[in-house]
């Protein structure tokens, strides 16, 4: 199994940046894809982005493209969430989650085996 913590998360005001961190432990991290999902108070959880198993390929929600930056570094065994230009909407709790599926980045959240316990991001002035 694989054991997932992000870190990073808390209070920021409008425009500013964050970066989010997810440390893998006790699995194949170097073989999953990861990807990172939001969720607002009364909403879905819904897919920010992913990244592949070796970095080399990102995918991101139309929403977030140009705002948000996904990388991992696989010798440190995490993967990373920057955020920019953030905005009151943006509130949310963040996870992050592997996923077993290859040749693709998976975007459902059923298409991830794992995930982290969330980490909370809010953004007001």
């Known amino acids: 199994q694989v054991q997932l913590l992000e870190s990073g998360g808390g209070l920021v005001q409008p425009g500013g940046s964050l970066r989010l961190s997810c440390a893998a432990s006790?699995?194949?991290?170097?073989?999953?894809?990861m990807g990172w999902f939001r969720q607002a108070p009364g909403n879905l959880r819904e897919f920010v982005g992913g990244i592949n198993q070796k970095g080399s390929s990102t995918s991101y929600a139309n929403a977030f493209k140009g705002r948000f930056t996904i990388s991992r570094d696989n010798a440190k065994n995490t993967v990373y969430l920057q955020m920019n230009s953030l905005k009151v909407e943006d509130t949310a709790v963040y996870y992050c989650?592997?996923?077993?599926?290859?040749?693709?980045?998976?975007?459902?959240?059923?298409?991830?085996?794992?995930w982290g316990q969330g980490t909370q991001v809010t953004v007001s002035s």
């Open positions: 006790g699995g194949t991290f170097n073989t999953s894809a």
């Open positions: 989650a592997a996923s077993s599926r290859q040749y693709y980045i998976p975007s459902y959240t059923t298409e991830y085996n794992y």
